[in-house]
C-alpha cells in the first residue's frame, strides 16, 4: 500500500459546505459553522532542565480568532480544540488561516498558513527539537465518515528517522509476519493511509526501512475502542531524552491513540 504523503506547510482545502452566514443573536441562537483544530504537542528539548521551551501557546486565526495557552507535551491527553469561522463566502476560494505557535519566552514554535473548510475537523501536530532550531506543524483532515464495524486509524509520525540512522521507518501489525508493511518510507511529520483492524488493541512493529532482514527499532502498542476513526501518533516518550539512537529506540518509541470527531 503506497503512503499518502502531506506536507507540513500545504493543506488541501477540503470540499465542505456552510450553515449559512447566520448571525448569533438570530431566533434558535447561533448558527454559525466554523472549522476546528485539534492540537497536539509533540516537540521535544533535549537535554533541557524542564519543558518550557517546548511548551505551545497556539493561535488560530481566519475569519475570527481562537487561542490556547500553556500547551505542555501532549502524551495521551486529548488536544485542546481550537474554532476558527473561515470566510467561505467566495466557495472557499478565500480560506486561508494562520496557525501559529510560540513557548513561554515568545520564541516561535511554528507558523504557517494553511487552507480550511468550515463544518471540518483537523488534526495538527507539532514536532521537531528546540535544542536543534527545527519545530514545526503538521496538519490534516479527519475523516468524518461513520466506521461501521472494527477500527479505522492512521500513524502520524513526530519522530526523525534520520536520528536513528534510519531513512524512514516501516510499519506492520506485530503479528502480520517480517515484511508485512502497511506503510514504508514513513518520514517526520508524514501521516499513512487510513487502516483497518477489527482488534480491541493497536500493536506495531516500528522497523527501518528497506532493509532485509527486518532491523526493528521498536514495538508499540495502545488501546482502541469498536467504531471509531483514531490519529494514532508515533512519539518520544520522554520530551527532554528523545530517542537519538537506535539503541535508545527500544524503550523510548510509544504511540498515542487519539479518537477522532469528538465534537
Same mark, same amino acid.
Given at each position: 500500500m503506497n503512503l499518502l504523503y502531506f506536507t507540513p506547510l500545504v493543506?488541501?482545502?477540503?470540499?465542505? &459546505?456552510?450553515?449559512?452566514?447566520?448571525?448569533?443573536?438570530?431566533?434558535?441562537?447561533?448558527l454559525r459553522s466554523d472549522a476546528s483544530v485539534f492540537y497536539y504537542n509533540q516537540i521535544t528539548s533535549n537535554g533541557a532542565a524542564d519543558q518550557s521551551t517546548l511548551t505551545a501557546d497556539v493561535t488560530l486565526s481566519g475569519?475570527?480568532?481562537?487561542?490556547?495557552?500553556?500547551?505542555g507535551y501532549s502524551g495521551e491527553d486529548e488536544g485542546p480544540e481550537l474554532r476558527v469561522r473561515i470566510d467561505d463566502a467566495n466557495d472557499n476560494d478565500d480560506n486561508s488561516v494562520s496557525l501559529e505557535g510560540v513557548n513561554s519566552s515568545g520564541g516561535r514554535l511554528f507558523r504557517t498558513r494553511v487552507n480550511?473548510?468550515?463544518?471540518?475537523?483537523?488534526?495538527?501536530?507539532?514536532?521537531?527539537?528546540?535544542?536543534?532550531?527545527?519545530?514545526?506543524?503538521?496538519?490534516?483532515?479527519?475523516?468524518? &465518515?461513520?466506521?461501521? &464495524?472494527?477500527v479505522r486509524f492512521r500513524v502520524i509520525n513526530t519522530v526523525d528517522p534520520e536520528d536513528l540512522n534510519a531513512s524512514g521507518f516501516a510499519l506492520?501489525? &506485530?503479528?502480520?509476519?517480517?515484511?508485512?508493511?502497511?506503510?514504508?518510507?514513513?518520514?517526520?511529520?508524514?501521516?499513512?493511509?487510513?487502516?483497518?483492524?477489527n482488534a480491541g488493541s493497536l500493536n506495531l512493529v516500528v522497523a527501518r526501512t528497506g532493509v532485509d532482514p527486518e532491523e526493528r527499532f521498536a514495538r508499540v502498542d495502545c488501546s482502541l475502542s469498536g467504531s471509531r476513526t483514531y490519529d494514532v501518533i508515533l512519539a518520544a516518550n520522554d520530551p527532554l531524552n528523545p530517542p537519538l539512537s537506535e539503541s535508545e529506540a527500544e524503550d523510548e518509541l510509544v504511540i498515542y491513540c487519539h479518537p477522532q470527531e469528538r465534537n
Open positions: 493543506v488541501a482545502a477540503a470540499v465542505a &459546505s456552510s450553515c449559512g452566514d447566520d448571525d448569533d443573536d438570530g431566533f434558535g441562537g447561533s475569519d475570527d480568532s481562537d487561542s490556547v495557552s500553556g500547551v480550511l473548510a468550515n463544518n471540518s475537523n483537523y488534526t495538527a501536530v507539532s514536532y521537531g527539537d528546540t535544542s536543534f532550531n527545527s519545530t514545526d506543524i503538521a496538519l490534516f483532515e479527519q475523516n468524518a &465518515s461513520d466506521v461501521d &464495524s472494527g506492520r501489525y &506485530s503479528d502480520s509476519g517480517t515484511g508485512n508493511y502497511f506503510s514504508t518510507g514513513v518520514r517526520q511529520g508524514d501521516a499513512t493511509e487510513y487502516q483497518s483492524t
